[in-house]
């Protein structure tokens, strides 16, 4: 497999569900993103990964919890989720930190 | 005022002619500028990437940078009905500060 892949697809889960959304990426890119997409609303950058260390965070909710054991994969951890928290969660690699991403296919997310 | 601003959309334009996409931005830190085309319920995709002032031209797509104006722009020549998805701006410094526009939508007309 080649570029950004992402699972599930597509979740939904109640709001007492945990639940994890998993991200790989086989470019050797050394950083990795979170982001949400809400209907008609633009990309809000969620979590930034280097090199496995978390370097931005951007005042999200600590219903979600980002892993990133290696370079290669990235996990978002949700529990007690929000009705709100329904959206498009895209995971990006880059080579660094001022090049061009590459984004996964997403994962559509609704919360019940 | 937004990090990042692009033109308020929709644009819509006939087939064949130019559509142009306007982004400012609001830190003089910036030094990369990419262009991303995101098609509804799709991923957004890279298009384009500048970094020094000037034009960029990659077959029917240009971008063009002022650093001085804070100002970078896509032209997108002979467009086509396939052009027609949202167009995203992406902004970035090199301390890893990286912002998006809300993206201009763009309708290209048979």
């Known amino acids: 497999e080649t570029g950004v892949t992402q699972t599930p697809r597509h979740l939904v889960m109640g709001m007492t569900n945990k639940k994890s959304l998993k991200c790989e990426q086989h470019l050797g890119h050394n950083a990795m993103y979170w982001y949400k997409q809400s209907a008609k609303k633009p990309l809000e950058l969620m979590f930034v990964y280097s090199l496995e260390e978390r370097v931005e965070n951007n005042s999200v909710p600590s219903r979600f919890s980002p892993e990133c054991p290696n370079s290669s994969h990235l996990f978002l951890h949700l529990h007690t989720l929000q009705p709100e928290d329904s959206a498009l969660y895209l995971c990006a690699s880059s080579q660094d930190y001022s090049t061009e991403a590459f984004f996964g296919q997403g994962t559509r997310l609704t919360v019940v | 005022q937004k990090e990042v601003e692009q033109n308020s959309g929709p644009l819509s334009v006939p087939e064949g002619a130019i559509a142009s996409l306007n982004c400012t931005y609001s830190d003089r830190g910036s030094q990369s500028f990419f262009w991303y085309r995101q098609y509804s319920g799709k991923s957004p995709e890279l298009i384009m990437f500048?970094?020094?002032?000037g034009d960029k031209e990659d077959g029917r797509f240009t971008a063009q940078l002022n650093k001085a104006s804070q100002y970078v722009s896509l032209l997108i020549r002979d467009s086509q009905p396939s052009d027609s998805a949202t167009y995203l701006c992406?902004?970035?410094?090199?301390?890893?500060?990286?912002?998006f526009g809300d993206g201009t939508t763009l309708t290209v007309k048979p």
């Open positions: 992406a902004v970035s410094t090199n301390a890893g500060k990286s912002t």
């Open positions: 500048i970094y020094s002032n």
